[in-house]
């Protein structure tokens, strides 16, 4: 499989080469449009490595297919087992979708992230890995990230991409309760596009503050 990648660098990146030990997952909250427009508007001060959209079409804003990591601006606080700030090890790949709670992931976006995985376990040996893969979620659920969400498949993403490596567990911290609540937004969503769009990006902020009122609860 041959997937043709958009390059469209961003100036919202470190110039030095990273370590790649992790690769984290988003989900954009905002169509391909906004997103592009967020991540090239050095004002946001946000970035990811790569962008692929509905139909499987991949952008690469940050440099990180040909063997070579810039240190993308993803992550942002965040912590893995004692590893904190990911940033200065990882690569973010951003899928196009308004709440990964809310709505399922395309085929394409599979066949894609398979596609990329293959050049990734070739350039980055840690990458090879199941356990070095990861969500954004799981890395800053305690300040109300919440993607990729509960409609990603990692048991189907990690069949396809490490089919004889045992599977780590991913669970989502979106709770039951605030996904079925989240669903019945769709009911509400605006027609145009240029609404629709800024109207999911709200609802995925209230989702991020009500996941970090509930970290914080717990804790």
Same mark, same amino acid.
């Given at each position: ?14 110039? $030095? ?27 946001? *001060?946000?970035? #990811? ?14 440099? *990180? ?11 942002? =606080?965040?912590? $893995? ?7 200065? *090890? ?11 709670? =809310? ?8 066949? #894609?992230?398979?596609? =990329? ?37 990692? #048991? ?35 027609? #145009? ?27």
């Amino acid at each position: 499989m041959t997937l043709n990648v958009n390059r469209v660098k961003t100036a919202n990146r470190d110039d $030095w080469l990273i370590p790649v030990d992790y690769l984290v997952i988003h989900y954009t909250a905002v169509d391909l449009k906004d997103t592009l427009d967020i991540f090239m508007n050095p004002e946001s *001060c946000v970035s #990811s490595h790569l962008v692929i959209d509905t139909d499987g079409e991949i952008y690469e804003l940050v440099d *990180c297919l040909n063997g070579h990591a810039y240190r993308g601006w993803h992550a942002g =606080v965040s912590e $893995w087992e004692g590893v904190q700030g990911l940033n200065d *090890c990882s690569i973010g790949i951003e899928l196009v979708n308004y709440n990964g709670n =809310v709505f399922p992931f395309t085929e394409e976006q599979y066949q #894609s992230l398979h596609w =990329v995985m293959a050049r990734f376990k070739e350039h980055y040996p840690n990458l090879r890995n199941p356990e070095r893969v990861i969500g954004h979620e799981h890395i800053a659920g305690f300040r109300g990230k919440a993607d990729p969400g509960v409609l990603f498949d990692w #048991s189907r993403f990690y069949q396809e991409n490490y089919p004889t490596l045992t599977a780590p567990l991913r669970p989502a911290v979106c709770p039951k309760a605030l996904q079925e609540s989240l669903m019945q937004l769709k009911e509400s969503e605006p027609e #145009s596009q240029a609404a629709k769009s800024q109207f999911w990006r709200s609802v995925s902020l209230l989702t991020e503050t009500t996941v970090r009122l509930i970290e914080e609860a717990k804790g």
